[in-house]
Antibody
Framework: EAQLVESGGGLVQPGESLRVSCAASGFTFSSYAMHWVRQAPGKGLEYISAISSDGNSTLYADSVKGRFTISRDNSKNTLYLQMGSLTAADMAVYYC????????????WGRGTLVTVSS | QSVLTQPPSASGTPGQRVTISCSGSSSNIGSNTVNWYQQLPGTAPKLLIYSSSQRPSGVPDRFSGSKSGTSASLAISGLQSEDEADYSCAAWDDSLTGWVFGGGTKLTVL
């Protein structure tokens, strides 16, 4: 069965950068588009970025465009999210999710990694 | 303010049928399919309904989805205590050129 495990979250100060990772197993990672979705404390879900199966196409929400970069290493079955210029508004649990068929249907999710932005 | 509008809360008693609405516009629900996700307390979201009305394998047929115009609905029949969770709708938005979620509805089983 497909499994996704996020890592790399933690406490950072405003303005700093952080990279979170998502290790995939149990499926052919290179065949699927992948997404990052975040959830601020007590808030709803927010799509923030997506990447095609080959890594050549990416998409970002306006809230993170220019500050975050999504990437993947298909040889390592790993998805990344490089986050920069972090603010309190970026504090959230960050989930990676598999896109079942490229339509944005997220059929497998990781358990998430918490990013805290505070001085 | 979410692009897709859901009621913040809903409730029902065991055995009842409850419906959760998701209201959008012509650029999202009006022209694209809707997915629904269930998030049990303290856990990651789970795909519940895709393509507006399809259930992934393993999802009980007590859960059903529908779409009409710029709105979508999730119906849960034979409500059970384990259905207590947050439910979120999602769709592609042609104007924003991205996917959007509703704000989520917290379902309480009384």
């Amino acid at each position: 069965e497909a499994q996704l495990v996020e890592s790399g979250g933690g406490l950072v100060q405003p303005g700093e950068s952080l990279r979170v990772s998502c290790a995939a197993s149990g499926f052919t990672f290179s065949s699927y588009a992948m997404h990052w979705v975040r959830q601020a404390p007590g808030k709803g879900l927010e799509y923030i970025s997506a990447i095609s199966s080959d890594g050549n196409s990416t998409l970002y929400a306006d809230s993170v465009k220019g500050r975050f970069t999504i990437s993947r290493d298909n040889s390592k079955n790993t998805l990344y999210l490089q986050m920069g210029s972090l603010t309190a508004a970026d504090m959230a649990v960050y989930y990676c999710a598999r896109d079942e068929d490229g339509s944005g249907t997220l059929d497998y999710w990781g358990r998430g990694t918490l990013v805290t932005v505070s001085s | 303010q979410s692009v897709l509008t859901q009621p913040p809360s809903a409730s029902g008693t065991p055995g009842q049928r409850v419906t959760i609405s998701c209201s959008g516009s012509s650029s999202n629900i009006g022209s694209n399919t809707v997915n629904w996700y269930q998030q049990l307390p303290g856990t990651a979201p789970k795909l519940l309904i895709y393509s507006s009305s399809q259930r992934p394998s393993g999802v009980p047929d007590r859960f059903s989805g529908s779409k009409s115009g710029t709105s979508a609905s999730l119906a849960i029949s034979g409500l059970q205590s384990e259905d207590e969770a947050d439910y979120s709708c999602a769709a592609w938005d042609d104007s924003l050129t991205g996917w959007v979620f509703g704000g989520g509805t917290k379902l309480t089983v009384l």
